[in-house]
């Protein structure tokens, strides 16, 4: 068998359910019955707080395993990650500096909206930082890169930005996740699930 872990690492901010998406994917794994393992740390649950989640799933159903079980790791790799999910986009910078974005393996998924940092917004002047700088080290550094405004689409159903992202994830390729998978996910949550399920859709 050559199959090999899917690693997911989600860059997000407080309060924009990063943790909510950690669980539909673990669920959604666990509904195709795929081995998976997720761990997170938790940053101030407020905006401008930077939340880390990481994911590992192994993409072959535990019936097929003929009891074996896959030991998955509980942190990333620079170059070694598959899939790269920030919810804005100094995020994305994050973990493009961290390394974690490698052109040969990444899919990056990020929005180009921008929540400004305290440090930005305390600044002397234009303490912005240069997102152009950003989108080209993206383009450049990422295998597949998909750059859009998601607070705008989810604004436009409405919904949390955590669920536009889910859907862009679930459509990149790279999530071995089935969108019956997603959505059931979704539905076992309980939680606004029409318009999670519509900013889902959009994604």
Known sequence: MNARP????????????????????????TYLDYPVQS???PGVAQRTGATTYYLEIFPVARTELGGREPVLS???NPGDVTLVA????????RMLQAGYVDPGRTTLVASTHREY?????????????????????ARDQ????LL????TVAARHPTIINTVLFGVMAGSGA??????????????????????????AAG
């Open 148 to 151: 859009l405004d998601l607070a």
């Open 117 to 137: 940092s305290v440090a930005e917004k305390s600044a002397m002047g234009d303490g912005r930082y240069d997102v152009e700088r950003i989108l080209r080290t």
């Open 74 to 76: 509980l942190t990333p």
């Open 39 to 41: 761990t997170s740390v």
């Open 86 to 93: 920030a919810s804005e986009l100094v995020e994305a910078g």
């Open 142 to 145: 990422a295998h597949t890169p």
């Open 6 to 29: 899917v690693s997911v690492l989600v860059a997000a901010l407080g309060g924009e359910g990063g943790g909510v998406l950690s669980d539909w994917i673990v669920t959604a794994a």
């Open 175 to 200: 999530l071995p996740l089935s969108r019956e998978a997603c959505e059931h996910a979704i539905r076992k949550a309980g939680k606004a699930v029409d318009t999670s399920l519509a900013g889902f």
